[in-house]
């Protein structure tokens, strides 16, 4: 098989870098791991942030031994298979679902403004023109999402970044697929109906509706990747169900990725593309290798 891959060199259209921020391990590919395949073969510099290694998250008994470096490392092998080849670590301690009791000095209960400071400084190394971050429900309410929500605003005011974006799904879609899917799901209360009345983002607020149709094999080995978060739990995980979509439903539910752009009016006519409304950079194509690589 093979898949898109980056544009070769020195292109007419300078690129632009547009940093993720993310708050675990995997929700870098299920959110928007097309976008970022796609941007990467368009021959954009992409960078992936991540606040935490999803230490709390739920896996088998193996690999819950040590699991902040086996999320790490499964992030970095996804990151390669989308294409991606920054990866910045801020190494804050994952709060858990749990929200009644959250972890010592867990991400979601540092103070923003030195975790937004840090960013900002990142991205003003990275010369970033975009950044994306979370809708304002932290997608299905987990407190470290609600967190990048507010984090990544105020990065982007203290470093003048001129476009946020912030990832989501489109909560009309996301209902029909739970309903057409309801026989086959894992029974986790966290996917059921009534917790998604307020989750992600109303249709009305969604700017962007991006195609990734083309990227979903990239997406599909990415979520691979993630192996420890396809195990553990006496019910099968969401993402091993996902994995075990026969293509063209792979492509129906993950074919698509949705954002809101922060500032912007969303109208009848959602944009296709990530960088739709970016205003062009100036000047010739970067060529490759000009940016000292962020973090590691
Ligand atoms: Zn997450």
């Given amino acids: 098989m093979r898949l898109p891959g980056p544009r070769s060199g020195g292109g007419a259209v300078p690129r632009h870098t547009v940093v993720f921020f993310h708050a675990h391990p995997d929700d870098e590919v299920l959110l928007t791991g097309g976008t970022i395949a796609r941007l990467a073969a368009e021959g954009h510099r992409v960078l992936i942030v991540t606040a935490t290694d999803g230490e709390a998250g739920l896996t088998d008994r193996e690999a819950a031994r040590e699991l902040g470096p086996v999320r790490h490392r499964e992030l970095g092998r996804a990151a390669d298979l989308l294409g991606c080849r920054e990866v910045v670590r801020l190494g804050y301690p994952d709060s858990g679902m ?48 609600r967190q990048v929500h507010r984090v990544a605003r105020r990065a982007a ?94 492509r129906a539910v993950l074919g698509h990725e949705w954002f809101v752009q922060v500032g912007r009016r969303p109208s009848r006519v959602r944009s296709r593309a990530l960088l739709d409304g970016v205003p062009p950079l100036q000047g010739p194509a970067v060529p490759g290798g000009d940016h000292p690589p962020i973090g590691g």
Avoid: N
């Avoid at 029909?176 to 917790?195: G, M």
């Fill in 98 to 145: 749990d929200e009644a009791a959250p972890r010592p000095g867990a991400f979601s209960r540092v103070p923003v403004e030195p975790v937004a400071a840090r960013l900002a400084q990142l991205l003003v190394d990275a010369r970033a023109d975009v950044l994306c971050g979370y809708d304002a429900a932290g997608g299905y309410g987990h407190p470290d999402h």
């Fill in 157 to 250: 005011e203290i470093a003048g970044v001129a476009v946020l974006l912030e990832a989501t799904i489109d909560r009309r879609f996301l209902r029909a697929a739970l309903v057409a899917a309801r026989p086959f799901l894992p029974h986790d209360p966290q996917y059921r109906s009534q917790r998604l009345r307020a989750a992600f983002a109303a249709p009305g607020e969604i700017t962007h509706t991006v195609s990734v149709g083309r990227y979903a094999a990239a997406k599909r080995l990415a979520m691979h990747a993630h192996a420890s978060q396809a195990v553990g739990g006496d019910q099968e995980r969401l993402l091993a169900w996902l994995l075990r979509l026969p293509p063209p439903a792979f």
